[in-house]
């Protein structure tokens, strides 16, 4: 439960003068928290991402490097390709552990395998783009991960409360 709940503060921005108001720091701590106990290869590599996006959280999330905007411009590249990253193998790993009869959960894991990374590469584009007429696509690839991380917490939550993810078996890889 703690990892849906961090997922959903590290995706969900709403910075005030400089300040970030749900603090990504806090998010990712809660993923790191929330799949400690995990063993399946998938949920240890979205923790491995949230582990690193701490430091990097401290850059993006508060106002302690303003003025050095190539620092702050390759935090933030950092952070997609993070948010990215933990995303795909949150999904990975929900659609390796689903039961035979839920359906439904490794499809909406396949959706997000594939939103994820769609997402990330715009809102990348626009932030490479972001002084020229693809800017536009930095928002665009934005409200992209928001809704692709809306849904992951949405199926994380529903996997909590159908527990069988505490019954899955540890990865053998």
């Given at each position: 439960m703690w990892a849906a709940w961090g997922l959903l503060v590290v995706v969900l921005d709403l910075p005030l003068f400089g300040w970030d108001v749900l603090p990504d720091i806090v998010g990712y701590l809660w993923l790191v928290v929330g799949l400690g106990g995990a063993t399946h290869m998938a949920f240890v590599r979205a923790r491995a991402a949230a582990a690193a996006g701490v430091p990097v959280a401290l850059v993006t999330g508060t106002p302690l490097f303003v003025g050095q905007d190539g620092i702050i411009w390759g935090a933030?590249?950092?952070?997609?390709?993070?948010?990215?990253?933990?995303?795909?193998?949150?999904?990975?790993?929900?659609?390796?552990?689903?039961?035979?009869?839920?359906?439904?959960?490794?499809?909406?894991?396949?959706?997000?395998?594939?939103?994820?990374?769609?997402?990330g590469l715009i809102r990348l584009i626009g932030l490479v783009g972001l002084a020229t007429s693809l800017g536009a696509l930095y928002a665009l690839g934005y409200l992209g991960l928001v809704a692709v991380g809306i849904v992951t917490v949405v199926l994380m939550h529903r996997v909590n409360r159908a527990g069988w993810l505490d019954l899955a078996p540890p990865d053998p890889a």
């Amino acid at each position: 439960m703690w990892a849906a709940w961090g997922l959903l503060v590290v995706v969900l921005d709403l910075p005030l003068f400089g300040w970030d108001v749900l603090p990504d720091i806090v998010g990712y701590l809660w993923l790191v928290v929330g799949l400690g106990g995990a063993t399946h290869m998938a949920f240890v590599r979205a923790r491995a991402a949230a582990a690193a996006g701490v430091p990097v959280a401290l850059v993006t999330g508060t106002p302690l490097f303003v003025g050095q905007d190539g620092i702050i411009w390759g935090a933030v590249f950092i952070e997609i390709l993070l948010t990215v990253l933990i995303l795909h193998q949150l999904a990975t790993a929900i659609s390796d552990l689903a039961p035979d009869g839920d359906q439904d959960a490794r499809r909406w894991a396949r959706g997000i395998r594939i939103g994820a990374p769609a997402a990330g590469l715009i809102r990348l584009i626009g932030l490479v783009g972001l002084a020229t007429s693809l800017g536009a696509l930095y928002a665009l690839g934005y409200l992209g991960l928001v809704a692709v991380g809306i849904v992951t917490v949405v199926l994380m939550h529903r996997v909590n409360r159908a527990g069988w993810l505490d019954l899955a078996p540890p990865d053998p890889a």
